[in-house]
């Protein structure tokens, strides 16, 4: 993870660097997904998916105007049916499914505008905190077109589709209040700092969980929301415990919680 790029700021933090911060970094375009920006973000998300090292993913944006106002526009006055059918799977899908399903949990640390494509990005991650300063919406419409990176699919999913669909059709814009009072965010804090630091808050207590506990919960969740019936996702339940149960986490957790002591977990 030592790569540097023009768009992207990476960091490693936590008490091992097990936690890797992505700082969208075009802050004079209000962090737009430009070209340049999908690009490295699928390397820098590829790169974190395959490193053993990191167990937890930050992204979040620069500055306090914009976590990410969406896509860059010229972008789609180039582009024709192949192009675009590039945007939106060759780099879009492959975004999203990096960090739906590299089973290392992912925080969305919103500051600002967080708009079209932002909202999208920020959807799909397994959770949102935001500062008060916050707005979220899916502008797509004005411009005669629609999210294309999951956005129609993910905020029903989201918040109720009946707001959604308000939203959606509107290109209404909600302040981090209501993304609240709608579950569209977990936590609202009062300014970045304070936003950054429930964040590294929060990342710690999960990093402080037995690794493949960890690994598993995300890969529990989020594959049995896509199954057709209740059963298919407790089969995934169930399974996802029989191959935690032999591992030596749970062992020493088991025997952690019984000597009433701190477990120590290696991911194995």
Known sequence: MEREYK????ERRGVDGEVLWIT???????????ETLQSELCEALTLAAADAGVRCLVLTGSGETAFCSGGDIRIFQQLDNVSGYDFLYGRGNTIQRLITYMEKPVIAAVNGMCFAGGLELALVC?????????????LEINLGVLAGWGGTVRLPRAISPARAKEMIYRGEIIDAAEASRLGLVNRVLPNRA???????ETTAEMMSKPPLA???AKNVVN????????????AIERGSIMWLISSEDAREGIAAFVEKRAGNYQGK
């Open 194 to 200: 304070e936003l950054y630091a429930a964040v590294e």
């Open 126 to 138: 397994d959770f949102i905190y935001a500062s008060e300063n916050a707005s979220f919406g899916l």
């Open 24 to 34: 969208l970094n075009n802050e004079k375009m209000m962090n737009s997904l430009s």
């Open 214 to 216: 960890l690994r598993a």
């Open 223 to 234: 594959n049995s929301l896509t199954c057709e019936s209740i059963e298919a996702a407790l």
């Open 7 to 10: 768009r992207l700021i990476c």
